[in-house]
């Protein structure tokens, strides 16, 4: 059974900075693209950044340079460093992968950015 959890979400002023932490288990996660995305409220999810499995990462045009995906597979965990935070990254993040074609989502983590 696959699980994300992801943690490290808050209330930071802008400019501030969080790291995002998802755990994964059930998959072999050294195999599997990892993903995160946002939704903020009234608006779709949209993909934040994504990491292969060789740790190619790329990134939404909006956080380019701010924020910086990563994988530490001995811990089956992915994180999302985001930096320099401005009140419209506010939403909910989620972790994301796949196996056997079907998406897997954790539960999300509220950031919220506002002085």
């Known amino acids: 059974q696959v699980q994300l959890v992801e943690s490290g979400g808050g209330l930071v002023q802008p400019g501030g900075s969080l790291r995002l932490s998802c755990a994964a288990s059930g998959i072999i996660f050294g195999g599997n693209v990892m993903s995160w995305y946002r939704q903020a409220p009234g608006k779709q999810r949209e993909l934040v950044a994504v990491?292969?499995?060789?740790?190619?990462?790329n990134y939404a045009d909006s956080v380019k340079g701010r924020f910086t995906i990563s994988r530490d597979n001995a811990k089956n965990t992915v994180y999302l460093q985001m930096n320099s935070l401005k009140p419209e990254d506010t939403a909910v993040y989620y972790c994301?992968?796949?196996?056997?074609?079907?998406?897997?989502w954790g539960q999300g983590t509220q950031v919220t950015v506002s002085s």
């Open positions: 994301n992968t796949y196996r056997l074609g079907t998406a897997y």
């Open positions: 990491i292969t499995t060789v740790g190619s990462a």
